[in-house]
């Protein structure tokens, strides 16, 4: 729906040359004022004059956007003959552009019915000597493009079926609703996972926090798979977002895991391991569901899980009778997971620090000991013993000294009210026995509501949401503070006002409704992960084709393994998600967690692995190049346009290729704009109606077939698979 | 910044929203060729000469590698694990003599077995015998080894070292941009690289940040085996090639601009430019028939040059599939893989830099000594340099089975290796050692200037008594909490460096690679602050590069190039 708000920037006709121009723009007019004076008619020439650029502002839902995008502006115009093409600018989030024009820049635009509008490019045939050219724009409405963010960002893609239940369908929720849906994810029925056997399936085989670990329980790759379908398939996508982030933030390394549980025998230790890993994501899926969840609390979960006491070498890390404890886990505390680095510490403080965290430990207990940290060893051999391998504090590690971190350190002046000067030493007093254990939760009670995480987690949620240009160390008194460091702010204040403090809904309800997040701020702006890459790929095609919703019933499914890898002969190693660049889920070698931001994923090779992903899903079952990417990643584009296309008023057909491709387009490229589509949508008619060999083939003409290798499926198959190889299905 | 965005040939021309490249480009265009080169600056790419680079992720333990075996300080009692010890019969204070091993030595204990330090024949420094295969390189004169590499206010983090070693800026966590990349886009704006879309290439799981720039897009190959698209259906050709030029197409369809639009651009247009060229290339197994021109210790053939596979790994396969003759661990596939289809690529294309990268250095506990850990990385480190000197000088151009297409021979190219920092010199209580300051660098290639090249009695660098800033002796025994020498110049604990890493990077750079100076300060702003960085000349690191009162005698570009 759209306005029309004109705001007119049009100088005296005389003096064109004198619009605020950029040089650039001087350029291409210098060009083509050739032989054009002001004021002057040519006779039979046609002089153009362009000008004006009127943008059309939407109606009353919009929000003051922090900055406006350029409104689009002419830059080449040329003349052949009484040919006229013109060039303009795109706009983004462009439902339709129009040209209009008028003999006389006093009277009234018209639209010019003499040209033709392809993409960005006008071309007139225009008998009249003298006209004056105007681009006008109807933008997205605000509501759609906010639903678009939404559903790339607090979701892993929109489904077409999401995208009726919040933008286009009868009685849409609008994006606010779905935001403030995802926010609360309790609200929300899980019913989504039911959509997939495998979900219940694998979630069966997880090993509890008091299971004793068996053959029989999840190894890493049901976990993974797991996982991935969740993200496929959930209602609480948000939360499964979230899931990923803080896997990805408090990084933790599977086959670490599995080697200090040595003993029990390759394949047992390998499902402990995965347990503890599982266990992981079991714990933060309860604080996320929590309304008034905190910070404090998933960093707790990462601390007092043995993936992490292992993975840090917090679990060798003796510091009693003068030994030096280990480094490692107090230097990625502070410098990955909670101030960020070089962030209101140094060495003296990482020195210090490791020794709170000694006696931290993993031991074997009996299952009646699971929760109890100060049990002792179950007794017998690690191999043939039966229990559980937990969280354990061990007196004998741990180094009793009174202990001061931070020391002197006050908040500096760059973070302003109300943190700016405070004191934030940590004093730490003599513990002996049991009591050592305190040291730790000291430590993560005092960390974890410094204004320095604040920034710091803040930050990483930001990247996560809006773009990735946010990084910790504003100067938040600032007055020219960027709208990213204000958005910084607002959230450690947001942090900061709770109560308790540091609750993660607060935060990312003030990230989600600020303006970066709702507007061009954040709209495009970033690149997919692989794992948000094929998990989308997947989403963006499936529906349930008989409308049930049961599992088996879908256009468009995964095993899970097949994108993140199984056992056996399609292995993690040849998974899609390694592939594209190695982002093996659960088993990052080095604790700063998968790159969030576009550089660490985008290169020729792994550019090359996502368009073969994509192809092979797009490729029939049993066709030749299918199990590329695993068997088990099935798609049925006629599948998903017989569920849909018949309930489009009017009805759109399957064979006709105008619907066959608007269709997609709308459901692919949602937040794009019609209007900066037309070029995606020649290229993919221009597909449907030619065959392999470039001459012309009519879709029209083909017999609608969803069998395997005929013309029709091979023909749809390969142009969906095309939109999805562009560039900017890349794009979150 | 206000450079022209050169970036891939003509995809951009048609993108206005890019207009004010659109007149600079056309001016440049309309050039001759002629003219071009002759006001062009700097080489880059248009002297043939090429570089690749294998970074050692986790810091290399140089102590361990490059051993200062004359230092008292170097011990049993402050590295009770990981100490190489000397070979009693073996005379190290000797110096302008080559590397030599086993000498006098129980002659039963072959160079299989060799478990002491490899006297490098400087009189001071000695090898890791896993290192042995640099032996033949070193004494060609072809290999220059160089300790104490650090840079100021060294970072102990590995992602903050990694990053100021590839980014060039010590220090500087908001440079996004890389060394290397700056390098090849020097070529490219100056048209002196032979390809615009083929300049560095890198064979690992993402571009790193060395090759990482806004303007121009280098090349990461994941899998060159896989490097090609399906099309649907897979089984026509026409298909693949209809998909193909479908995305070809799509590329200068022009978009209102995305924070990371120009990137994606840039690499998709890179992709589909390079995949024809790979194409051409076999990097199979099947075609991995390269076998060195000597057969070693005394064996009945020669080796494979890239281990690949059990079979090829060293004489394993020669002698009823012995473990024991393998050359390097058996895991080593992956990175060999990487070195081929990298060797290949400098071989057979227009890339000017190559690079790849392997793991495991950060020993942390149970290094090992002349065995273990440590030790096998140090196998594939010394293989690695061995056999790409084979490759080159045996199927390079001008050699004896030289490769169809060839463009390099071993003198047209440098190798050198990358880690982010040393490690400490007393070893920790898990038999292991934790992250330190001063590092070391390899480099090998024919135009290196080594042991016997004119002019050059040693190849050794930064690790003698006698240096210009010298290697200073620590105390015999277990060291005291406030030791002195080298070895503790840093906190007592740490080798303080000598060398900046950019100094060695900056003269293969301008003296190898053919940049000029102006472009080197481009390419390492240090380079444009003589006065404080001595990158250039050496001299005294002061505040404020250096931290407080902190200051630092570095000893300039070290003189590796003939």
Redesign the interface.
Known sequence: MSATVSVALSPSPFHALTLPLS???R??LAGAWEGGRSGERHGSRAVLRILTFIVLACGAALRAAPVP?VPPSV??LSRTGSVVTL????????QQFRLLSSTNIGSPFTADPAGTLS??DFTATNPSPVRFYQVEVTPMSSNALLGSIALNRLAYGPTPDEIERVLTGAAPIGAQAFINEQLAPETIAETGVNSHTNIAFLGAKMAGPSDVVTSTNANIADLGAWHVLRAVTARRQFLEVLLQWAENHFVTQHSKSSTYVNGVGAVVQEQIATQFEFLENDRWRAVLLNPTGTFLDLLRVSAESPAMIIYL?TV?S?GAGG??A???YA?ELL?LFTFG?DNGYD?TDITTLSRCWTGWYVEKVAVADAFNVFATALPGLKSTNVGVWAFNFRTSYHNTNSKSIFVGKTVPARFGAPWAGRNYQLNIPVRTGTNGIQDGYDVLNHLANQPFTMEYISVKLCRLLV???F?HGYDFTDPGLSAEGRLVKQCMLAWEDGTPKGQMRAVLSTIVNSDLFRSHGS?????KTPMEFTVSTIRALRTSTNGTANPGTFSADTDGFAISGGLGSFNRSLAPLT????MVLFDR??P?GY?ED????????????R??FV??V??ATG????S?AGNNNVTSPLGLLQAKLPLQVPPGSVSNATNVVDYFLGTLYAG?GRA?LD??RT?ALN?LN?D???ASSPFSALTVSGTA?STYD?RL??MV??LL????F??Q | MNTPNIITRRSFLDRSVKLGALGALAALTDIPFVVKRALAEGNIGGNGKKLLFIWLRGGNDVLSSIIPVQDPAYNASNRPTTVIPKDGLTDYSVGNIPCDFPVNSNAAAATFSYNSAIRLGNGFAALHPSLKFLAPVYNAGDLAVIHRVGYPRQSRSHFDSQNYWENGAPNNNFEKEGIFYRTMLEAIQQNTAKSTGLTGVTLQTALPLILRGSQAAMTNLTDPLRYDLLGIPNTSTNANAKAFGAVTNAAPFAFPDKLNRQLLSLQYANMTSTLQIFAAIDFTENGNTFLDDTALDGESAPYHLFPTTSAKNGGYAMHGNDTNKYVVPSNSAALFSNLKAAALILNRTDAIVAGTEFGGFDTHSAQGGATGAHANLQRQVAWALYSLRKFFRIYGKGGAQEMAGAQIGWNDLVIVTLSEFGRTTIENNSTGTDHAEGGGMLVAGGAVKGYGKPGATTGVFGCHTSDSVPWVNGPAGAAPANATGSMFGISNRYLKRAYDYRSVLGRIIRQHLGATQTQLNRIIPGYANESQEHLLSGGTVASPIESGSTTTAIMGEPDLLV
């Open positions: 040089p650039s723009r350029l291409a995008p830059s080449t060039r303009f600018t795109p706009f983004p989030a462009a993409g960005y070498d060798t003796r030994r030096i280990n480094e490692n230097r410098e680095v060495q773009h990735d240009d990084a709209a495009g702006h970033k690149v592939r594209m660049g190695n070698d080095s700063d790159p576009s550089p660490g994923w985008i290169s020729a090779g792994t550019l090359a692995e368009l073969r192809q092979s797009l490729i066709q030749s190049g299918k590329d794009e900066n070029l995606y290229a597909f030619t392999d060999a470039g290798g091979n198959r390969g698979a095309m190889t562009m560039q900017r890349q794009e």
